[in-house]
Every structure is written in C-alpha cells, then in structure tokens.
C-alpha cells in the first residue's frame, strides 16, 4: 500500500483495550476540528468532528475531547478492534475551507 | 448519498511527460474541490481549490497545475513532470459554506521515475 507515514509515531494496543491518540493545535482561533482515519493506500476517511463550542463528543466507539486551554485534542476509541488499525491525524480549521492537517499517528492493534 | 472518484489509482511516468488526474463527484450539486498532496510522514497540503466551474485557487507554487470544467470535475494536470511530483494525491469535496468537513477520494498515487 501506500508509503503514508513511514515515520509517523506509532501507538500498538491490544485487542479489546482502549486507545488514545492526541493531537495538538497550533492556532487559538482554530474552532473546527476534525479526526480522520487512513488504511494504506487508501484516501483518508471521516470519523468524527468537533467545534470549539463544544469540549466533548461521542460517536460510535469513538469520543473526541478538545481541550482549548492547551490546545490539545484526542481520540479514544473504545474496545480497539484489528479493523482500527490504520494512521489517524487531526485537522484544524481556522475559518473558511482553510485546514491544516496533522503527520497522524499510526495505530497498530495487536493480538 | 455522496461519493467521489479518483482515477487512475496508480500511475508510473517518465520525467518530462504530462500527466492527467480526473476527480469526479456524485449526489451533490455546486461541491467545493481540493487537490492535496501527501507526503510520507507529512500532514497533508493543499496543491489547489475551487469553488465553482472556472474558478481555481492555487497554494503553492509548482508545476502542477488544476482544472474544472464542469461542476463535479476536478482535473490535476502537469505539462512536463520532474522526479519531485511523486505522491500521493487526494481530491477531496465539501458543501459550499464555511466549515465544512471534506471528504475524501481513495487517491491516485503517481511515481515519476
């Protein structure tokens, strides 16, 4: 597949456990965020999104918590499963179409 | 619902040729369109945009260059390619307001040798 990533920081689970991958921002006036979900060699896949309004929202197995003060997000994703292995990144929005995306970090789910 | 297609799925060039990618959309009208590029261990970048048929906005300069001939076409194009255009492109479509979550095709990796 897809050479996406080669370098990327790499979190291995086990099967069943939960995962928690995190992202930091750059720009405070940043207020739309957005996790996505890449396999190799295939296009990068929407999992959930959050606005600044907002400090938590949950999805099906997965939450995304923004923490504004530090500028932090992350992504849990609850009882991981092998199908969750893939690279996942955040994107930040800053106004408009205008989004800057992050290196992602790979997840490896063991069994 | 929507979808968006990419092709070719992998394409090997000579440097020095031209180069064509063709993005297509589906179940939306008037969609905003992006090419990206990414790159091994980086975020991704924004090559081009476009609002509407016609109208294309470029990030960065390069020797690539975008087109929209119709409203769910999205065409990336290059005269002459150079070893440096390797990748892996991404057209991605959002609905025409503000903040709106782009959606992704499955890409087009292009390896110029």
């Known amino acids: 597949g897809e050479s996406v990533g080669l370098h990327l920081p790499t979190l291995s689970v086990q099967e069943g456990d939960n995962s928690i991958i995190n992202c930091a921002y750059s720009?405070?006036?940043?207020?739309?965020f957005i996790w996505y979900k890449q396999e190799s060699g295939k296009g990068p896949q929407f999992i959930i999104d959050?606005?600044?309004?907002?400090d938590k929202r949950q999805g099906q197995r997965v939450t995304v918590l923004l923490n504004k003060t530090v500028k932090h997000l992350s992504l849990q994703i609850a009882a991981t499963q092998p199908g969750d292995s893939a690279v996942y990144f955040c994107?930040?929005?800053?106004?408009?179409?205008?989004?800057?995306f992050g290196p992602g970090t790979r997840l490896s789910v063991l069994p | 619902s929507q979808t968006i297609h990419q092709w070719p799925a992998t394409l090997v060039q000579p440097v020095g040729s031209p180069l064509s990618l063709e993005c297509t959309v589906e179940?939306?009208?008037?969609?905003?369109l992006y090419w990206y590029r990414q790159a091994a261990g980086r975020g991704l970048q924004l090559l081009f945009y476009?609002?509407?048929?016609?109208?294309i906005s470029s990030e960065v300069p390069q020797n690539l260059s975008a087109s929209r001939p119709q409203d769910r076409q999205f065409i990336l194009s290059s005269k002459k390619l150079l070893l440096s255009d390797s990748g892996f492109y991404l057209c991605?479509?959002?609905?025409?307001?503000?903040?709106?979550?782009?959606?992704f095709g499955p890409g087009t990796r292009l390896l110029v040798l």
């Open positions: 179940g939306t009208s008037n969609p905003n």
């Open positions: 959050i606005r600044s309004n907002m």
């Open positions: 720009n405070s006036a940043s207020d739309y």
């Open positions: 994107a930040e929005n800053r106004g408009g179409q205008n989004f800057v």
């Open positions: 991605a479509w959002s609905r025409a307001t503000s903040q709106e979550t782009q959606y």
């Open positions: 476009s609002v509407g048929i016609g109208q």
